[in-house]
């Protein structure tokens, strides 16, 4: 008898060993993801000629990306997150050339009380208000407004962040975050956000609000000068509200988003901003879109979107308020749940009062440069594959 005891015991513990195996793996968990988007690129006019180029990263910027959580016990979760992005094309790091470029944040979450994160994160315009607006949500680079002056498109992101998540409460979810300017001088280079979203059966409503202070004047501080900027200067505001409302097969979008520059000196998209003389104090952009995106069938659906977009430049020489008219089309047919196959339109007119600067030139996001007039129209083609 003692042998069988002793095969019962092993055969238990090997049933013991395989039982802890199999809950420890439930309670912590680490994913692999990414997203490759490569396609081609036509530019009706840049620099007064046409462009056909290869390009990566348009609906959604290609990336690899790691993800866990830990189960604490009691309703509370370590997690972390870690994202690169990446050039198809040739290889290389976007962002700066950053390893984590995108995202790298580590915190605890809390089913009652929300989630505290602290790292390399998205601010609270990206998070809440973004997916009212065709870039922020199905369209991507290419649908941004003007030079991405609201950061709808994730044109930077924040270091040394601290960013609160509440729960659902009720269909209401809101946060903020803060990113410390790590300089001597506590409001150099920092960046303060806040925003919520409700959503309630087909509608979702959403507001946001960021400062930056001194933004890119260091290179460690919050937003990175070497890889992350729209639009420097000494102050940064963005303030918006949007909504999206689902009716049937349909989902129709609008959004309106402030931007306002203290002392701009350049874009990040198109580079130096200033007059050829005299001093630009200012720069304003009220930013106007609507959106819709139709679901044809379980396999394609089409979207358009409209954006006027309202300038005020402010220099010595007084006030001067061009304006921007952008229309955007897109088409998309799912093969399978991991790949797709897309095409993208999108026309920029650039009207109202001349500001004698580079500002006055078309410019669709992406394309190689700005235009050689006030008109510019992008066209891609491209494929896409999730893992």
């Not at 930077?156 to 409460?169: D, G, M």
Request: charged share 15%; hydrophobic share 35%; net charge positive.
């Amino acid at each position: 008898m003692k042998p069988e005891r002793n095969k019962h015991a092993r055969w238990l513990c090997m049933a013991a060993l395989c039982a802890a195996s199999t809950a420890a793996s439930a309670q912590t968990s680490v994913t692999l993801y990414g997203v490759l988007d490569e396609g081609l690129n036509y530019t009706s006019n840049v620099g007064g000629h046409s462009q056909v180029a290869m390009a990566s990263g348009f609906p959604h910027g290609s990336r690899w990306g790691l993800k866990g959580n830990e189960d604490l016990g009691g309703g509370t979760t370590a997690v972390f997150q870690l994202e690169n992005g990446f050039d198809v094309d040739n290889g290389r790091a976007f962002q700066g050339g950053a390893l984590f470029g995108r995202q790298a944040y580590m915190g605890l979450s809390d089913q009652r009380w929300g989630s505290i994160t602290l790292g390399r994160q998205y601010d609270s315009v990206v998070d809440y208000l973004a997916q009212t607006s065709a870039g922020g949500s199905w369209g991507g680079y290419m649908f941004a407004h003007p030079y991405d002056n609201d950061n709808l498109i994730n044109t930077f992101r924040v270091n040394n962040t601290v960013k609160y998540t509440s729960p659902a409460l009720g269909g209401l979810k809101f946060g903020g975050m803060y990113g410390f300017s790590d300089d001597t001088k506590f409001s150099n280079n920092r960046v303060f956000s806040a925003g919520g979203q409700y959503a309630q059966g087909g509608l979702v409503l959403a507001a946001a609000y960021l400062q930056a202070d001194n933004p890119s004047a260091t290179s460690y501080g919050a937003i990175n000068n070497g890889g992350d900027q729209n639009l420097p200067g000494s102050k940064l505001k963005i303030w918006g509200a949007g909504g999206t409302y689902a009716l049937g097969k349909a989902t129709v979008g609008l959004s309106y988003a402030r931007t306002e520059v203290a002392d701009p000196r350049s874009s990040a998209y198109v580079g130096d901003i200033t007059p050829p003389s005299g001093t630009l104090s200012g720069l304003r952009f009220q930013n106007f879109e609507a959106n819709i995106k139709y679901q044809a069938a379980p396999s394609y659906w089409f979207g358009a979107m409209y954006a006027y977009t309202r300038a005020t430049f402010d220099a010595t020489s007084g006030k001067k308020h061009p304006v921007y008219h952008s229309v955007g089309l897109m088409a998309d047919y799912i093969f399978s749940k991991r790949t797709d196959v897309y095409a993208q339109a999108m026309y920029q007119h650039v009207g109202g009062d001349k500001t004698g600067s580079v500002l006055d030139a078309a410019y669709v996001a992406g394309s190689a440069n700005v235009a050689s007039g006030s008109n510019q129209m992008m066209l891609r083609l491209g494929l896409r594959h999730f893992f």
